[in-house]
């Protein structure tokens, strides 16, 4: 497959859902959301190691404020997102449900910045003070991983980096966070990506984009060339965004199984993220708001807002009209990847990009039948996988079974479970075998 002289490699696997249900919000213009009394964050906004909370209860601090510093390399900073008091610090349900360690913010009204880092010239600026702009900001990946950015921006001098992949595709259905942000603001994620082409020092700077967000493309291509970048149209295909799926249909590369993809001379960062280093570079802002989508079948007015980290779910429902009818389903994130929350009061983090709310008619508890060997997930597995072996074994408590047939490899996309005629949750038994491994490894 090619677009113009720029050739598009197909991964093999995949889904197109029957519905993407894109078009509820992806005409609805970003729109600012109101400050609230109170904010709750959750100090584990990012993998690695849980940031150290800094503040304490009464403590007054300013919008943009450092509350909880880095505790290592892979791990990232967490900033105030507005100025008041620090109220209670104690352990909460997240968004999983588990309990996780989390500071309440109760807004003084004022939302007044603290001081913020001195902007530079990111053209001029030394590489390594860029990659510590983007350290000190707490930027994170914004499409669901949340990896902390400074350090994929940081390989081992070991591994030649030539190209950077900025994840335009927003592949799951119904969000639209990332499309109304580069079709609103083309050239802050334009200017992010460049900034994280210094930081690297490749000139191969691409932006991937699925090829139904035309008029983002459209945008994006306006300056792209002003800045050495490429804007490449993707085909419509679930998970066209994971990194190994994007970095082989822009490159042609394939990451080993158990590699990274520096493995294969490629860094990618999500659009998202790159538009919120050009706002730690350019503005010295920290990473505190970020743009998520509002929909589903349940919800009134299905939108996009730039919220706050720490804002309740609940606000964003109450600011898109509320539910249109009785809702079955809460989903944080894409319906294939994200979590059915247990509460409207879970609060977002940096990586929130959607929140879905689903019909009680649409919603059904059912019972899983046996494996029919068909064969339908084997054809979809975007890492040629045979889910219905990983299933199996992680039943039957034959652990070591799946690790051979490599279940560590599992991205749990869902593609597996989407086309299952049996209805079996191949993606909960993937994930209990991956923990029960992690489980036996610690022993």
């Not at 939302?111 to 983007?134: F, Q, S, Y």
């Not at 085909?235 to 294969?264: C, D, N, S, W």
């Not at 074994?393 to 799946?402: F, I, Q, R, W």
């Not at 989407?418 to 209990?432: D, G, K, S, T």
Request: with cysteine; proline share 6%.
């Amino acid at each position: 497959m090619s677009f113009g002289k720029f050739k598009v490699f197909s991964f093999s696997g995949g889904i197109h859902p029957r519905f993407d249900g894109k078009n509820l919000a992806a005409s609805e213009a970003v729109k600012p959301a109101p400050l609230l009394e109170k904010y709750v964050l959750y100090l584990s906004q990012n993998v690695g190691k849980m940031p150290k909370l800094i503040v304490k209860t009464g403590d007054e601090v300013k919008k943009g404020q450092l509350v909880a510093g880095a505790d290592g390399f892979v791990s990232a900073n967490l900033h105030a997102p507005t100025s008041g008091k620090i109220g209670a610090v104690k352990n909460i349900p997240g968004a999983n449900g588990t309990l996780t360690p989390a500071l309440e913010i109760i807004a003084d009204g004022k939302d007044e910045w603290g001081e913020l880092l001195p902007a530079l010239d990111w053209r001029t600026a030394d590489p390594k003070v860029l990659l510590e702009r983007v350290r000190a900001c707490g930027i994170v990946g914004m499409g669901g991983a949340a990896f902390p950015s400074h350090v994929k921006l940081s390989p081992p001098p070991e591994k030649k980096i030539d190209t950077l992949i900025i994840n335009g595709a927003e592949c799951e259905p119904y969000l639209c966070a990332d499309h109304r942000l580069m079709l609103e603001n083309p050239e802050k994620v334009l200017i992010g990506t460049a900034i994280c082409g210094r930081i690297l020092g490749v000139k191969n700077m691409l932006i991937g984009v699925e090829s139904n967000k035309k008029d983002a493309i459209a945008k994006l291509n306006e300056k792209a060339a002003e800045y050495g970048i490429k804007v490449v149209k993707l085909r419509v295909r679930y998970p066209q965004g994971a990194e190994k799926q994007l970095i082989y249909a822009l490159t042609g590369r394939k990451v080993p199984a158990g590699g990274l993809p520096m493995e294969t001379g490629c860094v990618v960062q999500n659009a998202g993220s790159a538009a919120a280093i050009a706002d730690a570079v350019c503005e010295g802002k920290p990473l505190i708001e970020r743009i998520t989508t509002v929909s589903g079948e349940a919800v009134a007015h299905p939108g996009n807002y730039l919220v706050r980290i720490g804002t309740p779910v609940a606000k964003l429902i109450e600011w898109a009209g509320g539910e249109k009818c009785k809702t079955g389903k809460i989903v944080l994130g894409g319906p294939m990847m994200g979590f059915a929350l247990h509460s409207p009061e879970v609060a977002l983090s940096k990586n929130s990009s959607g929140v879905l709310l689903f019909p009680l008619k649409g919603i059904c508890q059912y019972t899983s039948a046996g494996c029919l060997r068909c064969g339908k997930c084997v054809k979809v597995c975007p890492m040629n996988l045979i889910p219905s072996i990983l299933a199996s074994a992680v039943e039957s408590g034959k652990y070591d079974l799946a690790a051979q047939n490599h279940i560590a490899d599992c991205m749990e996309c869902g593609s597996c479970a989407y086309v299952c005629p049996a209805e079996r949750p191949l993606v909960q038994h993937i994930r209990r075998g991956k923990a029960e491994l992690r489980k036996n490894k610690g022993k």
